[in-house]
């Protein structure tokens, strides 16, 4: 596999961000660790309720790939080298790409302790119980006539996506398997597209609501139900319950499946989670809810600021806009090796191969002259700005 | 009183562009187009001073913006560098000055220079008394 763009995760973001660059010209190849593109898309609940609408939706993000090299069932191991001359180990077969975009998306866990409970049959992350929504026969047996309650106060309590996903499971538990649904948040944000539409159809179909505010729930299990005290109005309220669905922590996929140096930090927590397109390592590019909390819409725009910071990034300088190296003064001091942004210099045998000298690589060098202005030997020039022409503009010799 | 700024190509060049076409780009000010301000090295401004430039302003992009990934940290070490030495050799460090800007910025960018002339011409008032 030989290709100038390397897309890893073929989710909504990553099949637009490959789609856009193969239309861009580039040479792109698209892997994904499933046997099927899609990631997400594929077991999305529905968008608005319509289950049809995203499988139209990747039919026209497969259509608009165009002529890319699809590898799947295949995950990205490692990743070795610097930009320009990225080698890849994909599953034990080798490749080779100018820059990567990791679109590998998000882990969900569920973290029962935060709510004071404990992982069992009767405590479901929200996408357990969005799988079980899914299953019919499974959910009328577990759900019908049964009393769910959603605890939202985690991270999910600030992700205006979590929450359009967790009021979409409760209008669905509750108007498809009659569950008696009540809704336990910290806060409950209807301000934003489709959240208000969702809450007003939730509440009319009886879902309860209880804004937790200042004082903390108390949970009791009891073997067989749980006990809930909340307040309402300032008054405690007790509600009974049989199964519970807490919301999740989500994180860009963990070392297993980001590859080995394509490790990002993603700071404290999600979902206040924010990285830029760009990763703090040259050539490397994140795009998607790997890199931010952004629901579909969100993913997809993503897909092709990515992909308008890889083209940016591809675009080669001119000839001589790069940098040039005299054999015979460099010192091999490092200074450039060091200092080069772009990682595009280093120290090898000359043409000649009689002695080791900076060499820079055309591929990766973008002409910015942070060298040519550190190295002490004056071996490196920048043709179309040279020392003497920045002089020259100032009146003065060099 | 001549004053010089290194530009970058691709940030700071078009700010002072539109601060020229909108009229109020301060006057007195010579321009050195570099492709990032990494490329400008502590010998260029030095030279600058020693030839007659009562003061130099370096202008990359914002952290995080410059299109060669860190071309602006590294002018902004230089600098920082640079500024130490001067205050070494008994010369004001206001003299040379590093600052961020977008395209976007020529008002800002504008007030930047106005505000580092007025410094300059104040050392140089000192100084001369």
Redesign the interface.
């Known amino acids: 596999m030989k290709a100038d763009i390397f897309v890893a995760g073929a989710g909504a973001s990553g099949l637009a961000c490959a789609g856009a660059l193969a239309r861009l010209g580039h040479r792109v190849a698209l892997a994904e660790a499933r046997p099927a593109l899609g990631g997400t898309l594929r077991s999305l609940p529905g968008y608005l309720g319509s289950p049809a609408c995203d499988r139209r939706l990747l039919a026209e993000l497969e259509r608009g790939l165009g002529p890319i090299e699809v590898l799947l069932d295949t995950r990205l191991r490692a990743i070795r080298g610097g930009p320009g001359r990225f080698q890849l180990d994909l599953d034990g077969a080798g490749g080779e790409a100018r820059t990567v975009v990791l679109a590998t998306g998000l882990e969900r866990t569920s973290v029962p302790e935060a709510h004071g409970l404990k992982a069992g049959p009767r405590v479901l992350g929200l996408s357990a119980l969005a799988e079980l929504l899914g299953r019919p026969e499974t959910a009328i047996a577990r759900l019908r006539g049964r009393r769910l309650a959603l605890f939202l106060d985690g991270s999910a309590a600030d992700s205006r996506r979590q929450h359009a996903a967790a009021l979409n499971l409760a209008i669905a538990a509750r108007r498809d398997f009659a569950a008696e649904v009540t809704w336990f948040g910290r806060d409950l944000r209807v301000a934003g597209e489709g959240l208000d539409a969702r809450y007003r159809v939730a509440r009319d179909l009886g879902v309860t609501f209880f804004k937790q505010g200042e004082r903390p729930l108390k949970l009791q299990d009891e073997g067989d139900s749980f006990f809930v005290e909340a307040w309402l109005d300032g008054l405690p309220v007790g509600v009974n319950l049989d199964l519970a669905a807490i919301d999740e922590r989500e994180t860009p996929r963990g070392e297993a499946h980001l590859p080995a140096g394509g490790q990002v930090d993603p700071g404290p927590a999600r979902p206040n989670m924010r990285l830029g397109n760009r990763s703090p390592r040259p050539g490397i590019f994140l795009a998607g809810s790997l890199r931010a909390d952004l629901d579909l819409e969100g993913c997809l725009g993503d897909g092709h600021a990515a992909a308008a910071a890889v083209a940016a990034f591809l675009r080669q300088p001119a000839e001589e806009a790069r940098a040039r190296v005299d054999g015979q003064r460099c010192a091999r001091c490092l200074t450039c090796v060091r200092l080069c942004p772009h990682r595009a210099i280093a120290i090898q045998p000359d043409p000649a191969g009689i002695r080791l000298v900076a060499v820079p690589d055309p591929a990766a060098c973008r002409g910015c002259g942070a060298c040519a202005a550190a190295c002490p030997a004056l071996a490196i020039t920048i043709p179309s700005s040279t020392d003497e022409a920045i002089y020259g503009r100032l009146g003065v010799t060099a | 009183m001549k004053l ?1 700024a ?1 530009v970058c190509e691709r940030s700071a060049l078009r700010a002072i562009e539109e601060a020229e076409a909108g009229g109020f780009w301060p006057p007195g000010w ?1 321009l ?1 187009p ?3 301000s ?4 502590v ?2 401004v030095t ?2 001073l020693t ?1 007659g ?1 009562a003061g130099v302003m370096v202008v990359g992009c914002f952290e ?1 913006a ?6 602006n940290l ?1 002018a902004g070490r ?1 600098i920082e560098y640079l500024r130490g030495l001067l205050k070494e050799a008994g010369v004001d460090p206001a003299r040379v000055r590093l600052e961020f800007a977008s395209p976007a910025g020529a008002a800002r960018l504008a007030r930047a220079a106005r505000e580092m002339r007025r410094q300059v011409d104040a050392i140089g008032k000192g100084e001369g008394s």
């Open positions: 010089l290194f010579e050195s570099v492709p990032c990494g490329r400008v090295d010998l260029h030279g600058a030839r430039y995080e410059c299109e060669f990934l860190q071309g590294v230089r």
